[in-house]
Nanobody, 124 residues
């Protein structure tokens, strides 16, 4: 099993940028498809982005396409989410998740390991 710890969240003004990190420990990260999800107060957890365990395939929610970029560094066992041109509506707790040799699932039940989340707050 892999353990995940997110970092990099914080308070930023609209239009600003943040880079989230997800550090993995335990099993090798390279065999996991990694996803980012977010959950705003009173809402369900929703898909943001995913990167395949092979690293060659990425997918994004329509609301973040062109502004967010997911990447991974398997040697450092870390996955990143670069978030640019931030808007207040993206305020949420952001979670990374791992799926062993997964196919890039957008569903939360497709992931077997989750981090504790990092808060992202965008002020207007």
């Amino acid at each position: 099993q892999v353990q995940l710890v997110e970092s990099g969240g914080g308070l930023v003004q609209a239009g600003g940028s943040l880079r989230l990190s997800c550090a993995a420990s335990g099993r090798t990260l390279s065999m996991y498809t990694m996803g980012w999800f977010r959950q705003a107060p009173g809402k369900e957890r929703e898909f943001v982005s995913v990167i395949s365990w092979r690293g060659g395939t990425t997918d994004y929610a329509d609301s973040v396409k062109g502004r967010f970029t997911i990447s991974r560094d398997n040697a450092k066992k870390t996955v990143f989410l670069q978030m640019n041109s931030l808007k207040p509506e993206v305020t949420a707790i952001y979670y990374c998740a791992a799926n062993w040799m997964g196919n890039g699932n957008r569903r939360t039940d497709g992931y077997e390991a989750w981090g504790q989340g990092t808060q992202v707050t965008v002020s207007s």
